[in-house]
């Protein structure tokens, strides 16, 4: 018999709720003793776990099923980090897994709790089918628990490859990443991130004379900069599509609801230089849209000035830049360099990201995605994603594992929005859908 999904429904409750009581706020993190209870869930069910405590009270936990070895491992990821929280804003206390509303509320939730818990629930539904129905698994199927994602990265992911590569080298990943979303209700696209942006901190500097502040100066720096800035927001860099971009809004134009937004994916998707120009016009309009067609700017930082009468010598801006894959920093700001258009200007790279190739996207573990998803709601598209934000997924591809994101529990864009922001919560009948969904792909590409 297959399982009881609405025993495993109350049951992944219950640990979801058992994971947002620990307060794994990073920084400082602590997320050993959430490590420990992995590790016993684990355990008592009879998987193979390790616990790693790779800094004082900082965890890392490796599980695996064993497969007869024909083919290489899977891998499901998640971090036990959350971000802080501002309780005064929060209409629950942040850290008690309330249910409310047929919602489950608390930081972690969504990022990353609850692929946590989907994750440890399709390790124990698995253990469970191979004793009680005799399943065997072509592949061994690994489960990594991580801290330290939400800052550093110094004692998650990263420390495991430096330290135990063996335990975690597959030949897939599923990580965190992508969206299933709601749209008017109807749960309309699963996105799967199968390349992602590369980030760069770069700073911004403005020169001028320096002076009383009671007689202002033409060329002032203050100015200088903000022209530079204006130059930068009016002058996008160009459109350069991916082979991932392309298919995800072709595949994302056949179930779009809005005419004239579909018609644009549709341009954008093409071959035809002029319907792409078209399109990405239109598409500029939708901000989440519009970053995954080019490399983006934004400005998040300012920093200047000694006194309000005194005109500075000096001011700067920190830019926050995502290239899409293959795209060169150094090109970008050269070609920034052009937009702004002074000398007086310059550019320094703070912080210099790692390209990170693109997964296939006809690979066993992404049609894994695909049948599993259709078995569960047939009308569901799913698309390829590139991802603009960041995460483990860029390091394990450069490290040659395949590996792909998802956020597998159905939301409306407010509550995605709620990720790292107050009130966050998950949908109870989406932690159901993303529990199974999560089970079915793993059975599918580890499963005999």
Same mark, same amino acid.
């Given at each position: 018999m297959p399982p009881d999904w609405n025993s495993v429904r109350h049951e992944t409750i219950e640990h979801l709720q058992a994971l947002i009581?620990?307060?794994?706020?990073?920084?400082?993190?602590?997320?050993?003793?959430?490590?420990?209870?992995?590790?016993d869930v684990l355990t008592a069910a009879g998987i193979d776990c390790q616990l790693f405590e790779p800094a004082p009270r900082r965890g890392a936990v490796i599980a695996r099923l064993r497969g007869d070895g024909s083919e290489r491992p899977v891998l499901m990821m998640a971090h036990m980090d959350v971000v802080g929280?501002?309780?005064?804003?929060?209409?629950?206390e942040p850290f008690a897994g309330e249910i409310r509303d047929g919602f489950l509320y608390g930081r972690g939730a969504i990022d990353d709790k609850g692929m946590l818990a989907a994750n440890l629930m399709t390790m124990l539904l698995l253990a469970r089918e191979i004793v009680a129905r005799h399943v065997q698994l072509r592949r061994d199927v690994i489960f990594a628990a991580t801290s330290d994602e939400e800052v550093a990265d110094e004692w998650g992911m990263g420390w495991l490859i430096d330290n135990h590569p063996d335990l975690v080298r597959a030949e897939f990943a599923l990580n965190e990443g992508g969206r299933t979303r709601i749209l008017d209700g109807k749960p309309l696209y699963l996105a799967v991130q199968s390349a992602e942006k590369i980030a760069h901190v770069v700073r911004l500097t403005a020169h001028g004379p320096g002076g009383h502040a009671s007689v202002p100066l033409e060329d002032n720096a203050v100015v200088r900069l903000a022209r530079a800035i204006a130059a930068i927001q009016s002058n996008p860099l160009p459109v350069r599509l991916l082979p991932t971009t392309r298919a995800f809004f072709r595949e994302l134009s056949r179930v779009w609801p809005v005419a004239a937004e579909r018609e644009a994916m549709e341009d954008v998707a093409s071959d035809n230089s002029a319907r792409i120009d078209r399109a990405a016009r239109a598409l500029r309009q939708i901000p989440l849209l519009d970053a995954v067609l080019r490399t983006t700017v934004s400005p998040t930082m300012l920093d200047g000035g000694v006194a309000p009468n005194v005109i500075p010598t000096k001011v700067s801006a920190t830019l926050n830049i995502r290239t899409l894959p293959g795209d060169s920093i150094d090109d970008v700001i050269r070609t920034l360099g052009r937009s702004v258009g002074d000398p007086l200007v310059d550019f320094t790279i703070i912080e210099r990201g790692e390209d990170s190739p693109s997964c296939e996207l006809s690979s066993p573990l992404f049609r894994a995605i695909a049948d599993a998803t259709h078995g569960l709601d047939p009308a569901l598209a799913v698309v390829p994603f590139l991802g603009t934000g960041a995460t483990d997924s860029a390091r394990m591809r450069r490290?040659?594992?395949?590996?792909?994101?998802?956020?597998?529990?159905? $939301?409306?864009?407010? *509550? &995605?929005?709620? $990720?790292?922001?107050? *009130? &966050?919560?998950?949908?109870?009948d989406s932690l159901a859908f993303g529990t199974r969904l999560i089970y079915e792909t793993i059975l599918r590409v580890a499963g005999t």
């Open positions: 009581r620990f307060n794994t706020t990073n920084p400082p993190g602590n997320e050993l003793s959430l490590a420990r209870y992995l590790t929280v501002e309780p005064e804003h929060w209409s629950v490290w040659g594992v395949q590996t792909y994101g998802v956020l597998p529990f159905p $939301m409306e864009e407010s *509550d &995605e929005e709620r $990720m790292h922001g107050n *009130d &966050e919560r998950i949908p109870l």
